[in-house]
């Protein structure tokens, strides 16, 4: 049965949970270390490189960007799953994978200047507010990041076009994802609560960041790139890549 453009970015959304859930090793053992590198970086900030603001961005954008050029590839090519030397790699894809993130931030960082400089306050509302008009704003464009990590053509106006066309359904989609985030996180709160009730706030707390940080983390990681790589796959369609691309 054909999808509809209604249930189509639903059901992308559950063909990518079930596909990281079939291949959730492959997603820890990549995306863990990642992770771990992000929290070292993280740390050395804090205690070492407090003043190198900018450092920990950029060079966090280029670890998720390593492991997210991985990931699409992983998700969309079978011929990449089968290549015993297929695996985390540094090279143009991710260069220019973590280029886009940092212009993404770039924009963002100009429109909230200017946004407060035209009066916006820093109330809870506001902010929310403005966070969510910069996504609807950026949404149309989501699509450059699995074409770049896909040896895609970079076609902004069909990419706009498209994610158009389903833009309700795809709201709707990102809104049940939220909530299932949600619920994966009131499921970590739960040993956490017996710990605490059994006055061990300490150890509730290495639980919390354990399981918050190697396990639910890398899903939802793994979920959202499998997801937007599948819905690239299912409305843009995936053209012949040039397999001597460089990583």
């Known amino acids: 049965m054909e ?42 900030e804090t205690n070492i490189l407090a003043p190198a603001e900018y450092f920990r961005l950029v060079v966090n954008d280029i670890f998720y960007a390593i492991f997210a050029v991985y990931w699409h590839r992983y998700t969309v090519f079978k011929f990449e799953r089968r290549n015993p030397a297929f695996g985390l790699h540094f090279g143009l894809r991710e260069i220019k994978f973590a280029g886009a993130m940092l212009s993404y931030v770039v924009v963002t960082y100009v429109l909230a200047k200017a946004y407060v400089v035209s009066g916006g306050d820093g109330s809870s509302a506001s902010i929310v507010l403005f966070v969510t008009l910069l996504c609807l704003c950026f949404m149309p464009l989501m699509f450059i990041f699995p074409a770049i990590a896909l040896d895609q053509p970079l076609a902004l106006k069909e990419f706009a076009r498209t994610i158009i066309d389903m833009f309700l359904p795809l709201v709707g989609t990102f809104l049940l994802g939220l909530v299932a985030v949600v619920g994966l996180y009131v499921l970590i709160y739960m040993p956490m609560l017996l710990l605490i009730l059994l006055n061990k706030p300490e150890l509730a707390g290495i639980v919390f960041f354990v399981l918050s940080s190697f396990l639910i983390m890398p899903f939802i990681m793994a979920v959202f790139l499998s997801f937007l790589s599948i819905l690239y796959r299912e409305t843009i369609g995936i053209q012949p890549i040039n397999y001597g691309a460089p990583y």
Do not use: N, Y
């Open 3 to 44: 999808i509809t453009h209604t249930v189509k970015p639903t059901a992308c959304l559950l063909e990518a949970f079930r596909f990281v859930i079939h291949h959730r090793w492959a997603c820890m053992f990549r995306a863990v270390p990642v992770v771990m590198m992000t929290g070292l970086i993280a740390w050395l």
